[in-house]
């Protein structure tokens, strides 16, 4: 059947639901440039105005997904093995990605993660992966489904032929004022889930200042479509709400953050809880959708003993043999050569951290991109030493600076010192928890 | 000063207003292929939603006239000489420009007329011109300012070098559906108006079933803020609220119309009042603006005398001279080779006619384009033998249908016939006036 591209506009334009044939003829179409790109974003911006629904984005997202090749884990499905991944709305400091994947491995789910980069203000995992020398993460997919069947866990970029509509329409998107549309950013997110070919997925719904989603009814509202998206398409989804109102964990940076997960799956003195307690608790997630534990306290005991046997530590050296370099890990290698200490300008309790204005000074800092095309400084980064709910004495150390150079530390110190609110009081309102709410 | 383009089109998404200087650097921008095809399409769309204000109209307006060149009648203007002109927003059977222009020039005001060819369902004035042989509806910028100077009258069609941005923007607007937003409208019909270097413009802006403002009210909005975008930009505006209820005069088609006008400009028997009716009241506001009478009944008087002398009719003559092939027009050159008279299907009051399906049976009969590379028939058309508020009997004529070849003469009857709404009884409602309202 073909359809009228402009009449599909126009009737988006006046609000009138799409069918599902619409809806792939519009897809397709755009995918083999036979819709033209602003006869896309003319619709994208008429989506922006008024919405999609549950179904129209369902839809959506199923032609995305195949738009292109998907992979194909018919053997594990055979075999009644869950494939399960973890994805992150995006947020500062948040790496549990690297924490997550090795703990499922140790529990033998079958976790295929397709990562992204960071953009913006929010970090990447790939971004991340690439600071360990030698880490591969551009695999074929041949190469990725082999090793999810063997070893469990494996993690790389998405590939060309995955998802080509997402990229184009992501691309469009950016330079059309058309990004923030809860249905777009929904079939973007999910297309790729489901080109996973999962089972189940956990997904880490992000609220707060460092977050895309400021409050926690917009988290919510977002997750919800997720959910319903994933769930209309046979996929099944938990959605966490998650607190990032402050940076995740003790550092923020592609390399220190390979640290700072190293350090969790070796055991060691923890530093940061809360990267630690929400790994744990997104695993424990995974878990449950992989039918492997019966309730969520056993589920949550199951990520336990995986940290605390060794079992997820060895899963991440296992990791690294077969998508390294093969060579040991020298943690060495990851560390900055410049540093600089950032001290207190005051006394007083923190009561909030700008989180968004964190992730534009780790831009800054070579951290992160302002455009996609941009090179980052894989061993830039900061080491939170006081966060939100703590109280400081002026002059102790507030930030710890690293990068392969040093010209852009006093902006940045500026910049993270302006974004720390020190008072002399504690909280008038309890900040939210890390987790704030469960949608299962 | 450059802009950043997407954080333009997301402020108009926000509903923010633009300033002159963000205006003029996206028109020019567009113009010159910076700002792409696909960042103009999402910010048209924004812009249906969102609407523009009455000034940021007016600098879009101003932008786009200045995308290219302009006439100059400095010439005039230092005598002190008004140049004026007629804009009709479109309807079926509308064609008093061929009256006005001569009634105006007998009166010896400058009437520079660019005029365009029919889409959809409204006819084009230059395709109505083209049924005359030899006439040329193309002409150098220097030819037609020469004429209007010298003869007072000349119509051509629009050159390659005005109004570039309104070519470029109107043909993206078609694609994606934001041809509808009284803005963007307004904009596309002022710029080249304004191009035209006059002192005073008449605008004839139709209503009813077969135009594009179903509604007086929609009208008088639209009127309302092409009034003010032209005299934001120096120009005296008059709009007329005319009535689109049903077909102006007793013909429309190409050839059809200009018999029809040549008979009211030789002062014959007229057959249909309102097309002589409205070119009289819309001379006369010209008449107004052009300072050449003291009130509306003096003007309208001068409009009389200009058709009742024969000199409107010599000036049409003249224009044939001019900007024909020196050959007496012979009518029976425009006459069509085959015809077909439908007769009513009942006896019965006239209560309505869908002016619009008229207008799209006419384009099935060859008078218009569905598309703007379409050929059309210039001999094709339809008598109307009568029209809203009169009575028939049951098998007297009711239409007459001509045309170069008659396959498509029983299709377009059964439309014809349809269109027309035959009743026991009069009007409930009474029908609007051909003039519902004047701003002045």
């Not at 203000?121 to 790939?126: A, D, K, M, Q, W």
């Not at 020398?133 to 997919?141: A, I, N, Q």
Request: hydrophobic share 40%; with cysteine; glycine share 10%.
């Amino acid at each position: 059947v073909a359809f009228n591209i402009t009449q599909l506009i126009k009737n988006k334009r006046l609000g009138r639901a799409h069918s599902q044939a619409e809806i792939k003829f519009l897809i397709d179409g755009f995918t083999a440039s036979r819709v033209a790109d602003y006869q896309m974003a003319a619709w994208a911006m008429a989506v922006c105005f008024n919405g999609l629904s549950s179904d129209e984005t369902a839809w959506l997202t199923a032609a995305m997904r195949d738009s292109g090749r998907t992979l194909n884990f018919g053997r594990l499905k055979n075999q009644g093995r869950p494939r399960i991944d973890k994805h992150s709305t995006g947020g500062v400091g948040d790496k549990t990605s690297l924490i997550i994947g090795p703990i499922l491995a140790a529990c033998e789910i079958h976790t295929p993660m397709i990562a992204g980069r960071g953009l913006g203000h929010t970090g990447g995992t790939l971004d991340k992966l690439e600071s360990i020398p030698g880490f591969r993460v551009f695999l074929s997919e041949e190469e990725f489904t082999q090793n999810v069947e063997k070893h469990f866990f494996s993690i790389m970029g998405q590939t060309e032929s995955i998802c080509p509509a997402d990229r184009k329409f992501y691309a469009l998107r950016d330079v059309t004022g058309t990004v923030d549309s809860l249905p777009l950013i929904c079939g973007s997110i999910m297309s790729k889930k489901l080109a996973e070919d999962l089972s189940g997925l956990v997904l880490d719904v992000k609220f707060g200042s460092g977050a895309f989603m400021k409050t926690v009814d917009e988290a919510q509202e977002l997750a919800t479509l997720l959910k319903s998206t994933g769930e209309s398409n046979g996929l099944r989804v938990h959605a966490l709400l998650t607190n990032m109102d402050q940076p995740l964990g003790r550092f923020a940076g592609n390399a220190p953050e390979v640290i700072e997960c190293i350090d969790i799956l070796r055991g060691g003195t923890v530093i940061a809880q809360d990267t630690r307690d929400l790994s744990i608790e997104l695993s424990a997630h995974a878990i449950l959708l992989a039918d492997r534990a019966p309730d969520l306290s056993a589920a949550r005991d199951m990520a336990e003993r995986a940290l605390a046997s060794g079992a997820a530590w060895r899963a991440f050296q296992k990791l690294l043999s077969y998508q390294g370099n093969g060579q040991e890990l020298n943690l060495d290698s990851l560390r900055a050569q410049f540093e600089h200490v950032v001290l207190a300008p005051a006394s007083g309790h923190i009561v909030a951290m700008n989180t968004e204005q964190i992730g534009y000074a780790l831009v800054e800092l070579g951290v992160g991109r302002k455009k996609a095309s941009d090179s980052v400084d894989l061993f830039a980064g900061v080491e939170f030493f006081a966060k939100t709910g703590s109280s400081i004495e002026k002059g102790q150390p507030l930030f710890r600076l690293m990068g392969s150079s040093q010209p852009a530390f006093e902006d940045v110190s500026r910049l993270l010192c302006q974004s720390v609110q020190i008072s002399n009081q504690a909280f008038g309102q309890k900040p939210l928890p890390l987790i704030a709410k469960v949608l299962t």
